[in-house]
């Protein structure tokens, strides 16, 4: 999932940030204030592919994530900055050293992402430029062809500037200054001079190499980073009525020179031997290059990694009008992806995972894979080891026919004319077959092997209806014990639809009596709200587990709640977790009642709640998950 993405679309939908006076989040949702309710679609971001529900609860807008809402509320906070609200006790805690790999991933990522929308309508113009011609229905002599040509070109050629403009943004810098360090760099009198065979201008006791820097990344990615250090650096120092004047124009004769000199050259040629490496690569091993990368390449997305792959990508389209690696390898891998929710969706007997599995199929098909991946194959697990053959097997081929894309676009069916280029016909037929190959193989394992290795899905969960007394035997029995003692409950009985309804997971409330939390399980502390309210855990024998003391307590900030544990720290069943002050949240105008939430219930055969009279905290079980 792009959490980016998707921040920026619940921000879409929600009005606009002019619509939002705050934001903050939850154990499992975001939630924001609108200046104007009625501008909120809520059927839009109820559909979006990683919202679980949204809904208006008092005067707050929720909308309800799950088990991912950490990762999509740092897109909310780089799209609406001070209006992001941060809890005192988030505020106090050390702040983790980040991995430097994920680091430079978010780095790329949060510069790529917003321009791929004029990148990606590039290329597909591009691609149907081509089919036109190829069909012989435009002629590329003509005039249409040429404005066409250039429509498809500008974004390429003109890509110093859209990166200058995302990067100033990611790395904190003015935009317009960013871009016009873009323009330094493509200056056209400068670009010309490598024409009238001039490779070298002296600037002070400096030589400038000339160089065209059109359609490439990495020297402006640099020389934006430069520019960002040494703006906010002259920042600190310069008064604030010169701001205006000096800052800029300082950063400027700084980082120009020392980006036309250094800078630009070294990432010039940093992208130029990366492409090449690669190209080399798939020249030498073809073909075990084409498996592995193809049916890795799922794995690459899922983790993010795939971002590293992109300015090398732009690079060789850019210098060499063509990309062997990124976009050949993701189309295949996600035809794969096409074809194991499709078999999957033909073997599922479950009408609404079986509808699931057939517009997860349409979306995969048009490149968009995150509905398949997330939402069918992982979930049986075997139709995802079939879509990694698929995309194996057409990663082959297209090593060993080291099969091209012309463009950049989104790599599903639509992006079969990227690879038609006049005079290489067969490596659209070579694109073809892959495609094809990646499909057929993914459909074929996944129809051939069962969906689970011991009993069909459907089958255990009828079982899994009946009286627990007759799977003595047949299924393992986890039991959950009681976090609280007080009376438990259904979860219809919880006055938030999105625990009534069971979005978030089967499990049990608790009407509590007395304000301690204690474990019910052996099992570890995963995550602790910043504002105290809530808590999850997982067992040792895999049960994630969510404790949400009280409805709409988050706004308490934290008040009323003890934390005696940490995150990562291992208890025992009856081991108290949180003192909690019920008075206070009474007077508060607050409903205690906790919801107890098994989030990945979908992993089991079933979860059954047994609500009673009383039950006693780390001692009477409320929730039986059957293995």
Known sequence: MEYLKLAQEIIQYCGGKDNITQAWNCITRLRFHLKNNEKADVKAIQALNGVLGAQFQGDQFQVIIGNEVLKVFEGVKKELGDLV???EEKGRKEKKRENPVNVVFGVISGIFNPILPAITGAGIIKGILALLVFLKMLNPESNNYFVLDMISNATYYFLPFLVAFSAGKRFGVNEHLAATLAGIIMYPAF????????STVKFL?????VMDYNSTVIPIILGVLLLSVVYKFL????????????????SLLITAPMVLVFIAPLGSYVGKYVATFFISLFGVA???AGLLMGGLMSVIVMTGMHYAFFPSTFDGLGRLGYDILLLPMSIVSNMGQCGAVLGAAFKIKDKKMKSIAFSSALS?????TEPAIYGVNLKYKKPFYAALAGGAVGGAIYGIFRVKAYAFSIPGITALPTYLKEGEFNNFVWACVGVAASFLTAFIITIILPLEGKEKAEEKEKEAEKIPQDHEGQMVKIPVAAPMTGKAVGLDQVPDKMFAEGILGKGI??????GTVKAPFHGQIKMIAPTKHAIGLISDRGVNLVIHIGIDTVNLQGKGFEILVKEDQWVEQGEPLIKVDLDFIKENQLNPITPIIVTNSDEYVNVLDFPMEMAQAGTSEVLIVFQ
């Open 85 to 87: 609200v941060v809890s």
């Open 205 to 209: 006791f400096l030589n400038i190499p």
């Open 235 to 250: 920042d600190r120092f310069v008064p604030g009525f010169l701001k205006l004047i000096v800052t800029p124009v300082v």
């Open 286 to 288: 073809g073909p075990v």
């Open 191 to 198: 670009v010309n001079l490598s024409g009238q065979g001039i």
């Open 509 to 514: 409330a608790i009407i509590p009596d007395e």
């Open 364 to 368: 995969a098909l048009f490149g968009i």
